[in-house]
């Protein structure tokens, strides 16, 4: 996922926290690419809410989606591929309990655990 925003060194610095590459700079703008959901906010970037909206309304995500929630911009990827996988009841139900905990659904506690193990190692980007 490619992801173009105004130039601004707290949001580059967000983005690289969570494996985010830049590939291209200029003055004006940023070009990031990465695979993970990410969510910044107004608070984050230090801004008030009408620059906040310009810099949202500016980005632009290829191969994702953006989504401005007041103060937060979400930008994640197209999920297109789906992943079958067994587990036995026991392993099912450990997992549907830590998200039940964790208030999120299986999927998206199984996403993360899968991307973070990725993310641990970096050879792989």
Known sequence: MK????????????MSRVA??????????TVLDGMFSVEVSSEDLK?????FKRFCD???VEGGKKV???TLLIIE??????????LSDEEYEKLKRC?????????????GSLLSAIAKRRELW
């Open 3 to 14: 992801v173009t925003a105004p130039k601004n060194e707290t949001f580059e610095k967000l």
């Open 20 to 29: 985010y590459k830049p590939l291209k700079e200029d003055d004006s703008l």
């Open 47 to 51: 801004m008030h809410a009408r620059e």
């Open 58 to 60: 500016a980005v632009i």
């Open 68 to 70: 401005r929630k007041g």
């Open 77 to 86: 990827p197209l999920r297109t591929r789906q992943l079958k996988i067994r």
């Open 99 to 111: 998200a039940k905990m964790r208030m999120c659904s299986i999927s998206f506690l199984f996403r």
